[in-house]
């Protein structure tokens, strides 16, 4: 079956930088997209970055364009974020997600991660 399990989560101070990865399992990763979300205590779940399958395509939530960025390693089966210049209010759990439309709506999306934890103190 597939598989999502993420890494790279901590507790860090604004303005520092966190790598998040995600290893997929179970299918064939090249023929799925994939995308991040988060979800902070009280709040729904909320898009934050997407890759195409071919990933040539990607997009960003506003609050993240220019300090996060999406890259997926179909050898290694992974796909990762970057995350620089992080504010508190980036403070939540992220998940990886796959499915196989381009959507920014977690409905959308048949596989998940079981989250990491962020934690920006300002």
């Known amino acids: 079956q597939v598989q999502l399990v993420e890494s790279g989560g901590g507790l860090v101070q604004a303005g520092d930088s966190l790598r998040l990865s995600c290893a997929a399992s179970?299918?064939?990763?090249?023929?799925?997209?994939m995308a991040w979300f988060r979800q902070a205590p009280g709040k729904e779940r909320q898009f934050v970055a997407l890759i195409n399958r071919s990933g040539r395509s990607t997009a960003y939530e506003d609050s993240v364009k220019g300090r996060f960025t999406i890259s997926r390693d179909d050898a290694k089966n992974t796909v990762d974020l970057q995350m620089n210049s992080l504010k508190a209010e980036d403070t939540a759990v992220y998940y990886c997600?796959?499915?196989?439309?381009?959507?920014?709506?977690?409905?959308?999306?048949?596989?998940w991660g079981q989250g990491t934890q962020v934690t920006v103190s300002s």
């Open positions: 179970g299918r064939t990763f090249s023929n799925y997209n």
């Open positions: 997600a796959q499915g196989e439309s381009i959507s920014t709506r977690p409905a959308d999306y048949g596989y």
